[in-house]
Structures are given as C-alpha cells and as structure tokens.
Nanobody, 118 residues
Framework: EVQLVESGGGLVQPGGSLRLSCVVSGFTFSSYFMTWVRQAPGKGLEWISLSRVSSGGDNSSYAVSVKGRSTIYRDNDKSTLYLQMNSVKPEDTAVYYC?????????WGKGTLVTVSG
C-alpha cells in the first residue's frame, strides 16, 4: 500500500524551530521528487518546498515565504522526507502535507498541524 505519513507538528513559539517528517512506504522513495505543501486556516494550498532526485548540485527549491529559514532533505535509506524550519512565525501556522511529485502531486499524506503561537 502506498502511504505517506507526516509527523512532527504541534505548538511552537514564534522564533522557534520545528522538524517535520514524512515516512513513505509502497514505492521507491529515492526515485521520486517530493514536496511539502501547507494550508493555513481558511486559505488555499501553498507549495513551500521541493526535493529533487539528483546526483549532485542543489537538489531543493523553496517558496519565497520560507526560503532562507527552511531546509528540505531526505534520508533514502529510511524512506523519509524532512522539513526543518527555523525562525517560525505565526503565519507559518498551517497543516503541512508531503506529497509525491509525479505528473503532478499524485499522492498525499494526511498532514500534520503546526501552530505557531506564543
């Protein structure tokens, strides 16, 4: 069964850090681009980061809203995608989803809620 399971959400204070994880099963994780997408309360989906499959160079991309304070990375041995976010802001409050990128975002996890509040 193909499955993506996010974790790591919770309550974080402004200026703090968080690390989200996405454990993948049911397909060859290392062969696919993977993304993080978020949805803030009452708003639409926002793509925030991409992890490419590449043998060298910069394998990641970020939305302007998180660039410079976020790092996407993967552990192919553990079939896990991560998102490290620092200096979080209240506007980072959202449900965070990981998704496989194959002819669009074809498989999604159920998401993990991040609340940034002091």
């Amino acid at each position: 069964e193909v499955q993506l399971v996010e974790s790591g959400g919770g309550l974080v204070q402004p200026g703090g850090s968080l690390r989200l994880s996405c454990v993948v099963s049911g397909f060859t994780f290392s062969s696919y681009f993977m993304t993080w997408v978020r949805q803030a309360p009452g708003k639409g989906l926002e793509w925030i980061s991409l992890s490419r499959v590449s043998s060298g160079g910069d394998n990641s991309s970020y939305a302007v809203s998180v660039k410079g304070r976020s790092t996407i990375y993967r552990d192919n041995d553990k079939s896990t995608l991560y998102l490290q976010m620092n200096s979080v802001k209240p506007e980072d409050t959202a449900v965070y989803y990981c998704a496989r990128l194959y002819r669009g975002m074809d498989i999604w996890g159920k998401g993990t809620l991040v609340t940034v509040s002091g």
